[in-house]
Nanobody, 115 residues
């Protein structure tokens, strides 16, 4: 059974930074292209950053230049460094595969940015 555990969220003021982590167990992590997703209340879950198994990254326009994702295949962990946060970044952040079928979703980690 694959498990995804996100951590690192919290309350931060606008302009601040957070670093999220996603630990993956039960899968061949290095073989998967992965992504970070976020869901704000009343909104659908959207991807914000992706990292292919090659290490190539891509970002949604809303976070480009502010967020950076990376991965450590030896630790089966991926990261999301978020800088210059603004209130529009407030959401629950999740990690999962980039392509379907997805793994069972984790609980996510709440990021709240105050103005």
């Amino acid at each position: 059974q694959v498990q995804l555990v996100e951590s690192g969220g919290g309350l931060v003021q606008a302009g601040g930074s957070l670093r999220l982590s996603c630990e993956v167990s039960g899968s061949n992590f290095a073989a998967d292209s992965m992504a970070w997703y976020r869901q704000a209340p009343g909104n659908q879950r959207d991807w914000v950053a992706r990292i292919y198994r090659s290490g190539t990254t891509a970002y949604a326009d809303s976070v480009k230049g502010r967020f950076t994702t990376s991965r450590d295949n030896d630790k089966s962990t991926m990261y999301l460094q978020m800088n210059r946060l603004n209130p529009e970044d407030t959401a629950v952040y999740y990690c999962n595969k980039l392509f379907i079928p997805y793994y069972p979703w984790g609980q996510g980690t709440q990021v709240t940015v105050s103005s």
